[in-house]
Structures are given as structure tokens and as C-alpha cells.
């Protein structure tokens, strides 16, 4: 069968065949031959000739490699081992962790499978978000030991403070650190018998071993300070009194004649604790004055045992001297020295102008008590008030 000719292309047009593209491409068995001589043609862009077509603005398809789809991973739990797991502590400048980066982040639905492209810009992004979270961990964890190196330099700092305030403080700090340990506690006597005393009549005091026994020695009738001899009497008998002897041994003890003194008694009593660092004053047992004193050191300590008032001595016209503004010698003696100062080693309950000094153990073994007590306590004692010190 003769096909029929196919009908002439109009000039400038493209076929009609249904195979032909659309996008301005001719196939090669469509092209016309070239003329012999060509005609001078328009300069047109670079591109494939059309044969004396009309040119077509040529489409240009983007240049983008679609990335090989891959499942979506899924969004990570966050949990113990997860270093990115949100902080609620540590990430208090941001909010719990989400699908997406960004100022506005967009939640992932469920049932919607990503693309190539959104898959790999959802795994930057969680990788982004990762890092994030990373770097706010690590500059939490950073504050972290700032804060505990801090916090490290502060403890060093306060023991410093400590052990240099402890090797270098004042005596009021060692008199509170010793009261500290022994707390104060009131010595309760209750209702007493009042204490005998016997003050020579003029002449010496001749002293017995015994009621009509042999003379042991004699007291002179005044003392070292030109008061009258007064002793305290533990016990008695007919016209005998036994008294504690101003002497070495401290707890000496002998007999003197009734008869040889004037006895008198007082209410009044002393009581002092060294371990306390304080006095009492006593009227028939019940206390009146109290003070905090200081005590005798470790190389001379104050004695303990019973002791009496043998010389009152007023110093008000030089209050601020070493033995304050008055100073009860008592008729006790040290049991370290063998004299002080020149003469007898003989102790005293005395004021003192520094009263800041009170609880510390610093004295040559008497007992030193701010001179306003002193004061009150002077005027209230008569000779051979009995003064008891115990540890």
C-alpha cells in the first residue's frame, strides 16, 4: 500500500508527533538538512541548533541529587546512659528537647513518612539539637566544679581562720575556752555552824601537840603585816582550841590555850573552784558574791585545801598595781616556792586591774579577782574568815 506523504512542517514549528517532546528539544530524524550556503542567523544562546527554529528559552531543571530515602530514625529516649538527656537542673535556660531545631521548632507527626530531603534535614537537625544539649551539659558540668573548687577554697580559708584564731587569741579566749569544759556550777553548803576564830589577846600564841602537852612553837602576836594573830579553830576543848597554823605544811594543825585568845565567829565564808576559775562568797551557806578570778600556772599552782583570812591590806591609793585595789592574805604558802619576792611565799585572794585576765592560769599561785569584787568582799570578811580551794 503507497503511504501517503506526510504533510509539510509549517517554517519555525515542531512536528506533530505525539512522541515529540514538549521542552523545545527536536530529534535528530525530525531536523531539516542545512542549506548549502547557510543564512546568517541571529546570535542565539549556546545550545543545540533547531534548524532555523524559533528559539525557545531553554528550561532548566534543578540541579539537585536527591539523597538516597532512608527510613527515619527514630527520635532518641532520653535516659541514664543518654548523655543529650534534658536536665531539668542543668538546662535551666532551655526547655525540654525537641524533634527539630530552630527558634520554632515543629513537632514530627506520627503517621507522615519523610521524604529524602526532610529526612536528611531532620537528621541534621537532631544532630544540631544533640550538639546543642551537649554543650550546655558540658558548661553545666563546668559550673559545676567551679562551684565545688569554690566551695573547697572557702572550707580551706574558714580552717585557717580557725587554727590561727586558736594559736593566737587573747586570755578571754582562753578563759572561755576553759569554761568551755568545766561549766560553771554553784557549790551549795546549806545551813552551817558558824566558824571560830581566835585573835591573840596581846602576847604570843604558845602552840601545843596537845591539850596540856609540850610546846611545839609560838606565833608571834602581830604579823608580817603588823595585824593581830588570828586563827581559825576546828575543834575545842575546855580552855583548848585546835587551830590551823599560818605555816608550812599547809594543813598544819596544834593546840592553844582559851585562855591565851578572844574568840569570836563569823557567818561568812569562801569557797573557790580552780577548776571552774571562780569565787564565792558564802553567808551562813548562802552565796552573796561571786566572781570569775584567775588562778595560779602550772609551774606555780595555787594550792588547794583550808585556808583563813590573816591580812586584810588596803591598796586604793594604787588600785592599778599588781595586787589591785585590796588583797586578803590568807594563811596559806605556796608548795613550790621556797619564798617570793624576798620574803614567805605566802598566797592571797587580791585584785587585779586587768579583769580581761580572768580565767586563765598566770598568777604565782594566788587568786586574782577583779578589784570591784575584791572591794565588796574586803568589806564584809573579818580576820580568819575560813576559805576553802578545791581543784
Not at 226 to 246: E, G, I
Not at 289 to 311: C, H, M, W
Request: aromatic fraction near 4%.
Amino acid at each position: 500500500m503507497a503511504e501517503s506523504p506526510e504533510p509539510p512542517e509549517e517554517d519555525g514549528a515542531p512536528g506533530r508527533d505525539s512522541d515529540e517532546p514538549t521542552d523545545g528539544w527536536v530529534r535528530p530524524s525530525q531536523r531539516r538538512p542545512r542549506p548549502s550556503k547557510p543564512l546568517p542567523e541571529p546570535p542565539v544562546p549556546p545550545g543545540p541548533s533547531r534548524g532555523g527554529a524559533r528559539p525557545r528559552p531553554r528550561r532548566t531543571r534543578p540541579n539537585v541529587r536527591p539523597e538516597r530515602a532512608r527510613a527515619a530514625e527514630p527520635l532518641a529516649t532520653p535516659g541514664a546512659d543518654d548523655e543529650t538527656a534534658f536536665d531539668p537542673i542543668d538546662d535551666l535556660d532551655a526547655g525540654p528537647p525537641t524533634a527539630r531545631g530552630g527558634d520554632n521548632p515543629a513537632p514530627v507527626t506520627g503517621g507522615d513518612e519523610p521524604t529524602a530531603v526532610g529526612a536528611g534535614v531532620l537528621n541534621g537537625t537532631r544532630r544540631s539539637g544533640r550538639a546543642q544539649r551537649s554543650g550546655r551539659a558540658q558548661r553545666s558540668a563546668r559550673g559545676r566544679r567551679r562551684a565545688l573548687a569554690g566551695a573547697a577554697a572557702l572550707v580551706l580559708l574558714i580552717g585557717v581562720i580557725a587554727i590561727v584564731a586558736s594559736a593566737g587569741g587573747g586570755g578571754a579566749s582562753k578563759a572561755s575556752k576553759h569554761l568551755k569544759f568545766a561549766p560553771l556550777t554553784t557549790p551549795t553548803t546549806g545551813p552551817r555552824p558558824p566558824a571560830l576564830i581566835a585573835t591573840t589577846k596581846g602576847g604570843p600564841l604558845l602552840v601545843y601537840d596537845q591539850p596540856n602537852g609540850k610546846v611545839v612553837s609560838m606565833l608571834s602576836a602581830k604579823t608580817d603585816y603588823q595585824l593581830p594573830r588570828t586563827v581559825l579553830a576546828t575543834s575545842s576543848q575546855p580552855n583548848w582550841l585546835q587551830v590551823l597554823l599560818p605555816q608550812k605544811p599547809n594543813d598544819s594543825t596544834g593546840w592553844i590555850k582559851g585562855s591565851d585568845v578572844t574568840m569570836t565567829t563569823t557567818d561568812y565564808s569562801m569557797r573557790v573552784s580552780l577548776g571552774q576559775h571562780h569565787i564565792w562568797l558564802y553567808k551562813a551557806g548562802a552565796p552573796v558574791v561571786d566572781s570569775a578570778v584567775v588562778i595560779g600556772k602550772k609551774e606555780t599552782p595555787t594550792p588547794t585545801g583550808l585556808f583563813y583570812v590573816t591580812d586584810p591590806v588596803d591598796l586604793q591609793s594604787q588600785p592599778n598595781g599588781p595586787y589591785g585595789a585590796f588583797a586578803l592574805g590568807l594563811s596559806g604558802y605556796s608548795n613550790v616556792l621556797p619564798s617570793f619576792d624576798g620574803g614567805p611565799p605566802q598566797i592571797a585572794v587580791h585584785g587585779t586591774p586587768f579583769p580581761d585576765q580572768v580565767g586563765q592560769d598566770i598568777s604565782n599561785g594566788c587568786v586574782r579577782v577583779p578589784s570591784p569584787i575584791i572591794l565588796q568582799i574586803a568589806k564584809l570578811v573579818p580576820l580568819g574568815t575560813p576559805v576553802t580551794i578545791q581543784a
